[in-house]
């Protein structure tokens, strides 16, 4: 089987079981043609964008028939993104690819497998390629920079790349620093999805780009930056051709188009607190927000999440919704999920306990109203 753009698609749903949508399949064939990525993804969020990784190891597998000279796709690939909850869930992402190109010894997925396995000399019995998660709260493994030669699919912070391309390094050792600049340096593709709240790194990579780096004649060069926002404003002053953009084959698409068109109405409440973190700020926060709730409980709303940036006040406000009067009135299940991000916390999931016994609820009683008071960590679920 040729690995060309017609195969792609046979690839993408031999992965996930169902077809990519158009953008996936134009964002391969441009990549397969060219070498180079678009510098900006512009991509919303529920658009797929993370099937970036599906994308580069397609096109890295078939790059792998070229000579090395002429091979143009990189073999790293660093996802970053200044939310540690989506680091996991990229490398999720990875991890599940990674399990059935190893399982697949036939079809599409025993080529790409094959393919990337030749780029190392790994054995039919090695995983095709190695994957990372670089980000703070977890045990450091730095397995995926022992073999340059390897392809690797790496998920982290912002933080930790940026400090390795600038010879430091969160728990890298003087000796081990040049290393680990010169693997995120070179032969990568670094892809900074959110850039909106990352804009002091990307200025970082275009400085870098720009006046760090220089490519010798005759040479073409394997590190490569792509940023990724809905509202991409680094993408004013660029080539068109330089900017990638959904089109009205993905705006037609019956999937997209639901996600695409789907109705989010806002509403704007003041609250006037001081600004100095005080327990009266807090408090009138958690009021306000508990009050909203009960408003949006009883105009008629069966589920209502309510998403707060602290631990504490998530809990503050879980328990004063459980004494609302209105609440205990519309019966209303009220759950608490907060995200916990070392390993050993995700194996012993004790707040995401209380979501299940409110799914559970819903499901054995659908009269009850169910409202979910969470942090941030409620994006990854």
Known sequence: MTLDAASFPAFFEALWGYSPFPWQERLAAKLLQSGRYPDVLALGTGTGKTSIIDIHLYALAADAARSPSQRNIPRRLFFVVDRRVIVDQTDERAHRIARRLEAARLGVLGEVATALRALSGATSDEPPFDRAVLRGGMVRDDAWAHSPDRPVVASSTVDQIGSRLLFRGYGVSDGMCPIHAGLVGE?????????????????????????????????????????????????????????????????????????????????????????????????????????????????????????????????????????????????????????????????????????????????????????????QCIEAG
């Not at 900017?243 to 997209?256: A, G, I, N, W």
């Not at 879980?318 to 019966?331: Q, V």
Request: charged letters at 30%; a positive charge.
């Open 187 to 375: 032969d990568a593709l670094i892809v900074l999805d959110e850039v909106h709240l990352a804009n002091p790194f990307r200025q970082t990579l275009s400085a870098l780009r720009t006046h760090y780096r220089s490519t010798p004649p005759g040479l073409w060069s394997r590190w490569q930056v792509v940023t990724m926002s809905a509202t991409p404003k680094d993408a004013e002053g660029l080539d068109p051709d330089c900017v990638f953009h959904l089109d009205d084959d993905d705006r037609s698409d019956p999937v997209l188009q639901r996600r695409l068109r789907a109705s989010r109405p806002a509403r704007l409440v003041d609250v006037n607190v001081g600004g100095s973190d005080s327990t009266a700020d807090r408090k009138a926060i958690v009021t306000a927000a508990s009050q909203a709730t009960v408003d949006l409980l009883e105009g008629g709303h069966r589920a209502v999440g309510v998403v707060v940036n602290r631990v504490d006040m998530a809990r503050d406000l879980w328990d004063t919704l459980r004494r609302k009067r209105e609440i205990k009135r519309a019966r209303a299940e009220i759950a608490l999920v907060t995200g916990r991000m070392r390993p050993l916390d995700k194996q012993i999931p004790l707040a995401l306990m209380q979501k299940v016994r409110a799914d559970r609820t819903v499901a054995e009683d659908p009269s009850r109203p169910v409202v979910i008071v969470s942090t």
